[in-house]
């Protein structure tokens, strides 16, 4: 299967837009080759009428032919279908995010596990500054939801949690995300001086979900591509995209967009890791190399035991035998030890905890 993927990336347009359909576009594509999609797909809004401010003047709300639908039955069918299409391309370990309204994403919700995604989490996006209600007949409409579902309920997923704990200044990150709508500089305009597209995500959205559940190097694809957040972002964070659009004017500013925006440099892209994931390094490898030597030292951190060191990477200390864990649960007489932050190692008559060795063979693998 592995080889199949790799084979795979290789003939795929990346970090392109494509144009056209989105359907025709993804059935183009080889199968499991994608790690990713993020989708904004059309929110199908049954707007009546317009809609006014108070001072009476009109709301740019979405009206686009792109956004309307003949019935809850043509929009369930085209949910089935893009969804289809997204699920054979995406890779056995593949995810998907879909974000909507509460107009569309309940139906989405369903089509999605009726073809087969298992939900992970559902998150809401809980706008900072959302638009008021204006007609005062409806609560303000302050949050999105997004769905966030793997391929099948087998997949091995990616998701970095550490990385996203220590975004939120190492608290766990709940699934309700406080961020702002987009506004300001960061809000595209055409040539007319008006919103390049009703409906932009902000950037502070995508950084999120792309920290989250991918890695460098993964490709996302983005079958409602719009004026391009979502390439922008993987661009930024060094990961391949593939946009889908069918609108010229939304392909264009999007490629603008990207064509200038650039890409964080490789240190800055490294992110914080669970410890599981980290390279094993057995306390051998030390000796091995000689950063400890058969006959050294260890001492214990808090100052009340010492073993010594055997040529196969196992400690001594009087009738202690053992792995570095063993003999520190033994001489404190506890049922487990981790012994890379129990011994230490003298230099210069300091104690230096042996981990750092560790950390020192574990730097050079990943370089």
Known sequence: M???????????PLDTIMSGDCIEAMN????????LVFADPPYNLQLRGDLHRPDN?????????????????????????????ARRILK???????????????????????????????????????MPNFRGKRFTNAHETMIWAGKSDSSKYTFNYEALKELNEGIQMRSDWVLPICNGGERLKNEKGEKAHPTQKPESLLHRVLLASTNPGDVILDPFFGTGTTGAVAKKL????????????YREVAQKRIDNTRKYDADSLRVTTAKRAEPRVPFGN???????????????????????????????????????????????????????????????????PID????????????
């Open 286 to 352: 030390l000796v091995e190399r000689g950063m400890l030597n058969p006959g050294e030292e260890l001492y214990s951190l808090n100052g009340r035991h010492r073993a010594k060191v055997r040529a196969d990477g196992t400690l001594i200390a009087h009738d202690a035998r053992g792995s570095i864990h063993q003999v520190g649960a033994a001489l404190e007489g506890a049922p487990s030890c981790n012994g890379w932050t129990y011994w230490s190692y003298k230099r210069d008559g300091k104690k230096i």
């Open 2 to 12: 592995i080889k199949t993927t790799d084979t795979a990336k290789q003939s795929l």
């Open 57 to 85: 003047s009109k709301v740019d709300a979405v009206d686009n032919d792109w956004d309307q639908f003949s019935s809850f039955a043509a929009y369930d069918k085209f949910s089935r279908e893009w969804l289809a299409a």
């Open 238 to 249: 060094g990961r391949h995209f593939i946009g889908i659009e069918r609108e010229v004017a």
């Open 92 to 130: 056995p370990n593949g995810a998907l995010w879909v974000i909507g309204s509460y107009h569309n994403i309940f139906r989405v919700g369903v089509a999605l596990q009726d073809a087969g995604y298992w939900i992970l989490n559902d998150v809401i996006w809980r706008k900072a500054n959302p």
């Open 356 to 367: 750092m060795l560790r950390q020192q063979i574990r730097a050079e693998m990943q370089a």
């Open 28 to 35: 183009s594509l080889p199968a499991n080759s994608v790690d």
